[in-house]
């Protein structure tokens, strides 16, 4: 493309809150949006539901050509595959293991790049996810990292899931994250890394507001065109 739309990347660790942040300046622009981490969990979400190896690259590579991923719009929040919903089921338990062993197959990343990559559309994307601004996109307009101590976003994710009544243990939570963080950082491929010119925004202590504000103003910087 001669002049490709702009991109927005959002990286960070698990429970930063690139979501949450990657929604806001996508809403603020009314720019279209990648959740990169859902194509994972979709990845994950099926090897094992069909009880494929995390070891078996072919086998997971047939996985993610089978896969007719509608995403949400405006006429439905929902992520459909193969005509099912699994909105929820991607959020689960099982989903959520597998997608990190899945996230570490060099051609299911392979095989993902290219569906990312069809995400870039005008007027323009927000991508978030952990490799968006160091292998995705990396001619994004603005790089943000997204970071937070661990203890705040592991304090984060159990009040989060207090609040929808879940029992939960933060010391588990606490576990669970520094692994996640540990397995993202450490793989051979595309592993979580803070790209050379990405803005850094330490959330921990900041409010959502302060967060969102800090980041228009990094785009602004950029020269991008933000109204009110
Ligand atoms: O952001 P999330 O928790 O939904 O991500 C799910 C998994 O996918 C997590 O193990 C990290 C991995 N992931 C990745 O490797 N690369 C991305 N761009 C996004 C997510």
Do not use: H
Not at 65 to 88: C, H, K, M, Y
Request: proline share 5%; aromatic share 6%.
């Amino acid at each position: 493309m001669a002049n490709p739309p702009p991109v927005i990347c959002v990286d960070g660790p698990s429970g930063s809150g690139k979501g949450t942040l990657a929604r806001a300046i996508a809403k603020k622009l009314d720019w279209n949006i990648l959740d990169s981490g859902s194509l994972y969990r979709i990845v994950g979400l099926y090897a094992y539901s069909f009880d494929v190896s995390v070891e078996d690259d072919d086998a997971l590579k047939q996985v993610v050509e089978s896969l007719d991923i509608e995403f949400a719009n405006e006429r439905s929040p929902n992520i459909v595959v193969n005509g099912r919903d699994v909105t929820q089921a991607i959020r689960g338990e099982e989903a959520t293991r597998y997608a990190s062993l899945v996230a570490k197959r060099e051609k299911v990343r392979a095989a993902l790049l290219v569906r990312q990559k069809g995400f870039r559309r005008p007027p323009g994307l927000v991508a978030d996810g952990r490799d968006m601004g160091t292998v995705v996109f990396p001619d994004a307009k603005l790089k943000i990292y997204l970071d937070a101590s661990p203890e705040e976003r592991a304090r984060r994710r159990y009040a989060e899931l207090k609040d929808k009544g879940l029992n939960v243990s933060l010391p588990d939570l606490f576990q669970s994250l520094k692994e996640r963080d540990a397995q993202d950082k450490n793989r051979r491929v595309s592993p979580l890394k803070v790209a050379p010119d990405a803005f850094v925004l330490d959330s921990t202590g900041l409010s959502i507001a302060e967060v969102i504000a800090q980041a228009l103003a990094a785009a602004k910087q950029k020269g991008l065109q933000i109204t009110n």
